[in-house]
């Protein structure tokens, strides 16, 4: 998360002109696709002799079809470049275009009653639109989010407000990497607000450095997260965005309690937002959790129980000392347990970690030595490879921690976080999470902390699941592990 004071390059994947003309594109061959697999292929139900046509006369058809398949997807904002937006929202779009499509061609058949026309076609047409247009949303997010990995595509944006509703827009843009945002800093009411930086995101000052901060870091995006009863100062900061040309956004102060604790009801044309008190990690999910943790365990327990034997024979044989290693973390809402780890240092290497943080000069709540003098040579190894966390999986049976969730701190470090940290030990700690997939040991604590808490309130199987695929290549290419 970089924030060099350049204008990010332009993304020709987001250039409006590029998907209504794909799509355009798929939606002709999918009419071809399905004359070939009707008329030559013949799969399902197979055409006589007398009933084969040529391709000449479903020419018109096909015209009205992607014709009113671009007017559909134009007006439902099919075309709209809406960050955040999920792929399922796009395939519920594009199922309900082809859906209604295929709908009119059927009702223009009927009124006119041609000589050829298959029914079954025009069915084929639309299941084959749908792959096709599916298929095109997945390759252009694979390629949005490998060009936004490079800079590409990202929105610079400058968050105003340092209280608990901006911290919430900071680490969802720091979780969600792929949505293309890249906060460069955030102000404060007053310039003691933001004197600290958290993380990589830096403190800038005061309300009244907005415009000097617009200029000098090139931002493209404002978002105000200023309580309402500031109502004429963020209509200041408003105009002065929109005097310089910059976008900008306001977040409501309810949506503090995070989009899932808050559902949008209608009272004949008044908008009630409910609050729900939704919390994703409790009973049924808990317990899903819990059950994909052991279920995922017993099903790697073969390939496990080899690399335990491969890695205790590794320490064993390098030399003296306990081939385990017990540590004192904080767990859940403040509960300590011994997490299990490899022995990677050497024998009673805790008693030079308080003198290595202060000549490194560390941050004690989240320090990570380059380079560690006390690190063996089948430490180095296993370390970068994370082999040497493979006992915390003895602590995941055992309930005291989780595959995916924040991980574990130590006590020490625990005495010095603010109160907000503190949020990230409202769930089982994990032996991955989102953090150790963006960056691992580069990633500093508050952007830790900022990740850790956006997954706690944004916590599904699905995110599980993709933490954990994401893991693998992180550890196997060895990103930020030392």
């Keep these: 998360m970089a924030t060099k004071d350049v204008r990010p390059k332009t993304s020709w994947i987001e250039s409006p002109w590029l998907m209504p003309l794909v799509d355009i594109l798929l939606a002709l061959t999918a009419f071809a696709l399905a004359y070939l697999v009707r008329y030559h292929l013949q799969i399902l139900r197979p055409v006589l002799e007398f009933n084969q046509a040529p391709f000449e006369p479903y020419i018109p058809y096909a015209i009205v079809y992607v014709a009113w398949l671009h007017l559909n997807y134009r007006g439902s904002g099919l075309y709209k470049q809406i960050r955040g937006r999920s792929w399922l929202d796009e395939v519920y779009t594009i199922i309900n275009g082809a859906t209604n499509a295929t709908v009119v061609i059927f009702a223009i058949s009927f009124v006119l009653q041609p000589l050829v026309f298959s029914r079954l076609l025009i069915i084929y047409v639309a299941a084959i639109t749908i792959l096709l247009l599916s298929i095109a949303r997945t390759v252009r997010r694979t390629i949005q989010q490998s060009l936004r990995a490079r800079g590409i595509g990202v929105q610079r944006v400058l968050v105003v407000g340092a209280g608990e509703i901006g911290r919430s827009v900071l680490r969802t843009m720091i979780a969600r990497r792929d949505h293309g945002y890249l906060p460069i800093g955030y102000l404060g009411e007053t310039p003691d607000e933001a004197k600290v930086d958290l993380g990589r995101v830096k403190g800038l000052g005061g309300l009244d450095n907005l415009a000097t901060t617009l200029r000098e870091h090139h931002v493209d995006h404002v978002v105000i997260t200023l309580a309402w009863t500031h109502h004429d100062q963020i209509l200041k900061l408003i105009r002065v965005c929109q005097k310089q ?237 030392y």
Excluded at 308 to 335: D, H
Excluded at 365 to 384: C, E, M, Q, S
Excluded at 414 to 428: D, I, N, P, S
């Design 245 to 481: 040309g910059v976008g900008v956004s306001v977040v409501p102060e309810v949506f503090q309690l995070n989009l899932k604790q808050v559902q949008v009801e209608n009272l004949d044309g008044i908008p009630l937002l409910r609050v729900n008190g939704h919390v994703p990690l409790k009973g049924s999910n808990r317990l899903i959790k819990r059950m994909m943790d052991i279920g995922l365990i017993v099903l790697a327990s073969p390939l496990l129980l080899i690399l335990f034997g491969v890695v205790a024979l590794a320490i064993r044989l390098e030399g003296k000392g306990a081939i385990f290693y017990k540590q004192k973390r904080v767990g859940e809402n403040g509960r300590e347990f011994d997490m299990i780890k490899f022995r990677s240092m050497i024998p009673d290497a805790d008693k030079f970690r308080a003198e290595l943080i202060k000549t490194h000069e560390l941050d004690p709540r989240h320090p990570k030595i380059k380079h560690d003098p006390r690190v063996t040579k089948v430490g180095r190894v296993i370390r970068t490879l994370s082999l040497d966390e493979l006992p915390n999986l003895l602590n995941v049976l055992t309930g005291q921690m989780s595959l995916v969730g924040p991980r574990p701190p130590t006590p020490d470090e625990v005495t010095l976080y603010e109160a907000w940290h503190l949020q990230r030990l409202q769930v089982k700690p994990g032996m991955t999470g989102l953090w150790q997939v963006s960056g691992r040991s580069e990633v500093p604590f508050d952007e830790m902390c900022l990740m850790d808490i956006y997954y706690i309130e944004n916590w599904s199987v699905q995110l599980d699941a993709q933490i954990l695929m994401l893991t693998i290549p992180r550890v196997l290419l060895r990103h930020g592990a």
